[in-house]
C-alpha cells in the first residue's frame, strides 16, 4: 500500500490546496513556509512544543467511554476523545501553541487571528499573553452577539477584539480582515490561522500540529482496548479537528473516517454549512482551492448553522482530497439533531459538549444504533459547551 | 497587437503617460455603468479599469468593499460585466478594458468559457488578484491564444528572482502596488515607488502602471514621472460614493480632466 504524503511542495492536496494569494502577500507566505520547513522536524523546536502542550495545555487529553450514553443509544460502544478538557476548552489550542512559537522564532511580537466560535481567538489570546505578543482577534459582528463570553475572556487576556461588519458578519469575513491586516502590517505581524484551510503552508501545519490529537488517540486505544475503533468521527467546519484525529489514520484503512458537517435547518432547505455533503463546486477562496458553498456568479453564500465555529463556506483542502479519494466519508447533521445530542450527553455523561462537538456526537448516535456492542466508535469531542450555555438557553426560550 | 500595446505604443509617442481610472462594475447601480466608462474615455482615461464585484474581496480596502456590495445588490456578476463590456464596445473599439477582479467568479464560469466570453465581449486585460503566476498557468495560456493580456501585480515585498517569473507569463502592461496593505490605503513613499520602478524596468521592456494608493492630482502627477502609467481605484470609488445618480457622471468628469491635466503638465 502507497502511504500517503500528502501535500506535494506546493500544497497541492490533488486539485485542492495551493497559494491562491493577492501578490502582496506572496512574500510573507513564503517567509512562513520555509520557516515551518525549518522547524517543522527540528528537535528542539518539537520538545519545546511537547512541553507546552504537556505543561501548557495539559496533554494528553483522555480517552473516556461514554459507557451511559452508548447502552442509551444501543449499539457500539462510543468513546470519546477529550479535547474539551484541554486549557482554553477546546482542540484549538495546539495549535496557536504551535504557531504562537514560530511567531516568536521568526522575531514577530504582533499576532493576529480570526474567529468564529470564538474558541480560536481564545486560543491565540492565551498564548499570546503567555508570550508576551500583541493580539488582535477579527470576530464578525454576527458572532460576537452570539459568543460574548468568549469575547471577554479574550478581553481578559490582553487581545484587541475587532468587530467585522462586512458581508455576513461572520467567521468568511472575519478571515478577509485579518488578511487585509496581514497585507497591512507584514513586516512585524504573523497570522495564525485557526483551521486547516488558508493558503499553503496553513492546511498541512495547522493539520501537524493538531495531528497530536490522532497520535494520542492511537496510542491510548490501543492501550484501552488492544485495538483501534472501527470508526473515528468528528465534525468539520474548516475541519482542523477532523484532521488532527484523522491524519494519524489515514494510513489504517480498516478504520473509517467520519467528518460531520453542520447541515443545519436541513441540507433541503439550502440554509446549512456543508459544501462537502451538498457537493458544491470547486472553487477559491481563503488562499485555497476547495468546495465552496458559491452563488451561479461563484460569489460566496451565507451559510447557516447553530454552531458559529461550523459556520463557514468552505472546508480544508486536504477534507476535499479524502472525500474525492473516498478514504474518508462526510455527512452532515441538522440544528436539531446536534442540539438532541447536545442534551443527550449533558444528561447521562455529565459532559457539557460544544455545539460543533455536538454534531459530531449526533452522527456517532446515528452510527452506533446500525453497529453491534463490540464495535467501537470514537468520536473527537472537540470543544467544551461552556460558551454555548446562551444560545442553548435561547433555543429553550430562557434568558441567562 | 493588442488594444493595450497599442493604447501604449501611441501615448510613447506623443511622450504622454497612461491614465487608468478604476471603477466597479455595477457601482452605483448597473444601469449607469456603460455610460459612467464612456465618461471615463471622453475626459481622459486611456484605460479603464473594471471591477467585478466579489463577495469576499480579500485584497480591497473599505471604500472598494462597500462598491462591491453596492453592486451585489443589483445581483451585479462576472455574466453581467462581460455584457457590459460588449455594450460599451458598440461605441468605443479603440479604448482598453482591463476586468480587475477575483478567482472564483472566473472559476465559477470555467476559466475557458471566460476567456472565450472574454474575448468576445472584447475585453483586453484580466487582473486576477489572487491568481499568482504558480497557480494559473492554464489560464494564462487561455488568454493569451486570445490576445488578451494577463496583467499581474507586482508588490514592494515581490523579490527580484519573483519579478522575472512574473514578467514571464505578463503581457500588455504590469501594475506595480505602490505600498503595502489593501486598496485605498495611504502611506504612500515616492522614492520608494521611484526605486522599484527602476529595478523592475531592468527586467522588463512592458510599459509600468503604479496604483494602490494615488488619491489625488498631485500624487498622479508625481507617480507619472515615474512610471508608464497612473492608476486611480479608491479615489474614483470614493467619488461615486460621494455622488447622486444625478451628478456622479459629472463629478467623475472633473475628477479624471484634473487627473489628466495633472499628468500631462509633467511632459
Given at each position: 500500500m502507497q502511504l500517503y504524503d500528502m501535500p506535494d511542495a506546493h500544497g497541492h492536496f490533488g486539485i485542492y490546496g495551493g497559494v491562491f494569494a493577492a501578490e502582496t502577500l506572496i512574500e510573507a507566505i513564503e517567509e512562513l513556509r520555509l520557516m515551518y520547513e525549518k522547524y517543522r522536524n527540528d528537535p528542539e523546536f518539537l520538545a519545546e512544543f511537547a512541553y507546552d502542550l504537556k505543561h501548557f495545555v495539559g496533554r494528553p487529553s483522555p480517552i473516556y467511554y461514554a459507557k451511559r450514553w452508548s447502552e442509551r443509544v444501543g449499539g457500539a460502544r462510543i468513546y470519546l476523545k477529550?479535547?474539551?478538557?484541554n486549557h482554553t476548552g477546546a482542540h484549538k489550542v495546539n495549535n496557536t501553541v504551535g504557531q504562537a512559537l514560530l511567531a516568536k522564532r521568526m522575531g514577530k511580537p504582533r499576532v493576529i487571528a480570526e474567529t468564529g466560535a470564538g474558541q480560536h481567538g481564545v486560543a491565540t489570546a492565551t498564548i499570546a499573553a503567555r508570550l508576551g505578543l500583541e493580539c488582535v482577534v477579527y470576530m464578525g459582528s454576527e458572532d460576537i452577539k452570539r459568543q460574548a463570553p468568549n469575547v471577554y475572556r479574550m478581553k481578559l487576556l490582553g487581545a484587541t477584539v475587532v468587530p467585522v461588519e462586512s458581508g455576513s458578519k461572520t467567521l468568511k469575513d472575519a478571515l478577509n480582515e485579518a488578511m487585509r491586516d496581514w497585507v497591512t502590517n507584514v513586516a512585524d505581524t504573523f497570522y495564525i490561522i485557526g483551521t486547516v484551510a488558508g493558503p499553503h503552508p496553513y492546511p498541512m501545519m495547522v493539520r501537524d500540529f493538531q495531528s497530536v490529537i490522532g497520535i494520542e488517540a492511537k496510542q491510548q486505544m490501543q492501550e484501552m482496548l488492544g485495538r483501534q475503533p472501527d470508526a473515528v468521527v468528528a465534525c468539520v467546519g474548516g475541519g482542523s479537528n477532523a484532521m488532527g484525529i484523522f491524519y494519524p489514520y489515514?494510513?489504517?484503512?480498516?478504520v473509517r473516517l467520519i467528518g460531520v458537517e453542520a447541515a443545519g435547518l436541513g441540507m433541503e432547505t439550502g440554509k446549512h454549512a456543508a459544501p462537502l455533503t451538498a457537493n458544491s463546486p470547486v472553487g477559491v477562496l481563503h488562499g485555497n482551492r476547495t468546495y465552496l458553498m458559491q452563488d451561479e456568479d461563484g460569489q460566496i453564500v451565507e451559510t447557516h448553522s447553530i454552531s458559529a465555529g461550523l459556520d463557514y463556506p468552505g472546508v480544508g483542502p486536504e477534507h476535499a482530497w479524502l472525500k474525492d479519494s473516498k478514504r474518508a466519508e462526510y455527512v452532515a447533521v441538522t440544528d436539531d439533531e446536534a442540539m438532541a445530542a447536545f442534551h443527550n450527553l449533558c444528561r447521562t455523561e455529565g459532559i457539557i459538549p460544544a455545539l460543533e462537538s455536538s454534531h459530531a456526537l449526533a452522527y456517532a448516535e446515528k452510527l452506533a444504533a446500525t453497529m453491534s456492542p463490540d464495535q467501537v466508535i470514537l468520536v473527537n469531542l472537540s470543544g467544551r459547551g461552556d460558551k454555548d450555555i446562551n444560545t442553548v438557553a435561547q433555543l429553550s426560550g430562557l434568558t441567562l | 497587437m493588442s488594444r493595450i500595446q497599442t493604447t501604449f505604443a501611441a501615448l510613447k509617442q506623443q511622450n504622454k503617460k497612461a491614465l487608468i481610472p478604476y471603477i466597479t462594475a455595477?457601482?452605483?447601480?448597473?444601469?449607469?455603468t456603460v455610460m459612467l466608462m464612456h465618461t471615463l474615455v471622453e475626459n481622459g482615461a486611456d484605460i479603464i479599469e473594471l471591477g467585478v464585484p466579489f463577495s469576499?474581496?480579500?485584497?480591497?480596502?473599505?471604500v472598494i468593499q462597500r462598491a462591491s456590495e453596492r453592486a451585489l445588490a443589483h445581483h451585479v456578476g462576472l455574466r453581467s460585466v462581460l455584457d457590459m463590456v460588449s455594450e460599451f464596445r458598440q461605441k468605443d473599439n479603440l479604448t482598453p478594458v482591463v476586468l480587475m477582479g477575483y478567482a472564483n467568479p472566473i472559476e465559477a464560469m470555467g476559466a475557458e468559457r471566460f476567456a472565450d466570453r472574454a474575448k468576445a465581449a472584447g475585453v483586453d486585460g484580466v487582473l486576477t488578484v489572487d491568481y499568482p503566476p504558480e497557480e494559473c498557468g492554464g489560464f494564462v495560456d487561455l488568454l493569451r491564444a486570445r490576445d488578451i493580456d494577463p496583467i499581474f501585480l507586482l508588490s514592494p515585498t515581490t523579490v527580484t528572482a519573483r519579478i522575472e517569473t512574473i514578467i514571464k507569463n505578463a503581457s500588455g502592461f504590469v501594475y506595480y502596488v505602490s505600498l503595502k496593505g489593501v486598496t485605498g490605503a495611504q502611506n504612500l513613499d515616492l522614492i520608494e515607488v521611484a526605486e522599484r520602478v527602476a529595478a523592475i524596468r531592468t527586467k522588463t521592456d512592458l510599459p509600468v502602471g503604479v496604483g494602490f494608493g494615488v488619491r489625488d492630482a498631485a500624487t498622479a502627477k508625481a507617480i507619472a514621472e515615474i512610471a508608464d502609467a497612473v492608476v486611480v481605484g479608491s479615489r474614483m470609488v470614493q467619488t461615486v460614493e460621494q455622488s447622486t445618480e444625478e451628478n456622479v457622471a459629472a463629478n467623475l468628469a472633473k475628477l479624471v480632466a484634473e487627473l489628466r491635466y495633472a499628468i500631462d503638465v509633467v511632459n
Amino acid at each position: 500500500m502507497q502511504l500517503y504524503d500528502m501535500p506535494d511542495a506546493h500544497g497541492h492536496f490533488g486539485i485542492y490546496g495551493g497559494v491562491f494569494a493577492a501578490e502582496t502577500l506572496i512574500e510573507a507566505i513564503e517567509e512562513l513556509r520555509l520557516m515551518y520547513e525549518k522547524y517543522r522536524n527540528d528537535p528542539e523546536f518539537l520538545a519545546e512544543f511537547a512541553y507546552d502542550l504537556k505543561h501548557f495545555v495539559g496533554r494528553p487529553s483522555p480517552i473516556y467511554y461514554a459507557k451511559r450514553w452508548s447502552e442509551r443509544v444501543g449499539g457500539a460502544r462510543i468513546y470519546l476523545k477529550r479535547e474539551d478538557l484541554n486549557h482554553t476548552g477546546a482542540h484549538k489550542v495546539n495549535n496557536t501553541v504551535g504557531q504562537a512559537l514560530l511567531a516568536k522564532r521568526m522575531g514577530k511580537p504582533r499576532v493576529i487571528a480570526e474567529t468564529g466560535a470564538g474558541q480560536h481567538g481564545v486560543a491565540t489570546a492565551t498564548i499570546a499573553a503567555r508570550l508576551g505578543l500583541e493580539c488582535v482577534v477579527y470576530m464578525g459582528s454576527e458572532d460576537i452577539k452570539r459568543q460574548a463570553p468568549n469575547v471577554y475572556r479574550m478581553k481578559l487576556l490582553g487581545a484587541t477584539v475587532v468587530p467585522v461588519e462586512s458581508g455576513s458578519k461572520t467567521l468568511k469575513d472575519a478571515l478577509n480582515e485579518a488578511m487585509r491586516d496581514w497585507v497591512t502590517n507584514v513586516a512585524d505581524t504573523f497570522y495564525i490561522i485557526g483551521t486547516v484551510a488558508g493558503p499553503h503552508p496553513y492546511p498541512m501545519m495547522v493539520r501537524d500540529f493538531q495531528s497530536v490529537i490522532g497520535i494520542e488517540a492511537k496510542q491510548q486505544m490501543q492501550e484501552m482496548l488492544g485495538r483501534q475503533p472501527d470508526a473515528v468521527v468528528a465534525c468539520v467546519g474548516g475541519g482542523s479537528n477532523a484532521m488532527g484525529i484523522f491524519y494519524p489514520y489515514i494510513n489504517d484503512e480498516n478504520v473509517r473516517l467520519i467528518g460531520v458537517e453542520a447541515a443545519g435547518l436541513g441540507m433541503e432547505t439550502g440554509k446549512h454549512a456543508a459544501p462537502l455533503t451538498a457537493n458544491s463546486p470547486v472553487g477559491v477562496l481563503h488562499g485555497n482551492r476547495t468546495y465552496l458553498m458559491q452563488d451561479e456568479d461563484g460569489q460566496i453564500v451565507e451559510t447557516h448553522s447553530i454552531s458559529a465555529g461550523l459556520d463557514y463556506p468552505g472546508v480544508g483542502p486536504e477534507h476535499a482530497w479524502l472525500k474525492d479519494s473516498k478514504r474518508a466519508e462526510y455527512v452532515a447533521v441538522t440544528d436539531d439533531e446536534a442540539m438532541a445530542a447536545f442534551h443527550n450527553l449533558c444528561r447521562t455523561e455529565g459532559i457539557i459538549p460544544a455545539l460543533e462537538s455536538s454534531h459530531a456526537l449526533a452522527y456517532a448516535e446515528k452510527l452506533a444504533a446500525t453497529m453491534s456492542p463490540d464495535q467501537v466508535i470514537l468520536v473527537n469531542l472537540s470543544g467544551r459547551g461552556d460558551k454555548d450555555i446562551n444560545t442553548v438557553a435561547q433555543l429553550s426560550g430562557l434568558t441567562l | 497587437m493588442s488594444r493595450i500595446q497599442t493604447t501604449f505604443a501611441a501615448l510613447k509617442q506623443q511622450n504622454k503617460k497612461a491614465l487608468i481610472p478604476y471603477i466597479t462594475a455595477g457601482d452605483p447601480h448597473p444601469k449607469y455603468t456603460v455610460m459612467l466608462m464612456h465618461t471615463l474615455v471622453e475626459n481622459g482615461a486611456d484605460i479603464i479599469e473594471l471591477g467585478v464585484p466579489f463577495s469576499d474581496p480579500m485584497a480591497d480596502g473599505p471604500v472598494i468593499q462597500r462598491a462591491s456590495e453596492r453592486a451585489l445588490a443589483h445581483h451585479v456578476g462576472l455574466r453581467s460585466v462581460l455584457d457590459m463590456v460588449s455594450e460599451f464596445r458598440q461605441k468605443d473599439n479603440l479604448t482598453p478594458v482591463v476586468l480587475m477582479g477575483y478567482a472564483n467568479p472566473i472559476e465559477a464560469m470555467g476559466a475557458e468559457r471566460f476567456a472565450d466570453r472574454a474575448k468576445a465581449a472584447g475585453v483586453d486585460g484580466v487582473l486576477t488578484v489572487d491568481y499568482p503566476p504558480e497557480e494559473c498557468g492554464g489560464f494564462v495560456d487561455l488568454l493569451r491564444a486570445r490576445d488578451i493580456d494577463p496583467i499581474f501585480l507586482l508588490s514592494p515585498t515581490t523579490v527580484t528572482a519573483r519579478i522575472e517569473t512574473i514578467i514571464k507569463n505578463a503581457s500588455g502592461f504590469v501594475y506595480y502596488v505602490s505600498l503595502k496593505g489593501v486598496t485605498g490605503a495611504q502611506n504612500l513613499d515616492l522614492i520608494e515607488v521611484a526605486e522599484r520602478v527602476a529595478a523592475i524596468r531592468t527586467k522588463t521592456d512592458l510599459p509600468v502602471g503604479v496604483g494602490f494608493g494615488v488619491r489625488d492630482a498631485a500624487t498622479a502627477k508625481a507617480i507619472a514621472e515615474i512610471a508608464d502609467a497612473v492608476v486611480v481605484g479608491s479615489r474614483m470609488v470614493q467619488t461615486v460614493e460621494q455622488s447622486t445618480e444625478e451628478n456622479v457622471a459629472a463629478n467623475l468628469a472633473k475628477l479624471v480632466a484634473e487627473l489628466r491635466y495633472a499628468i500631462d503638465v509633467v511632459n
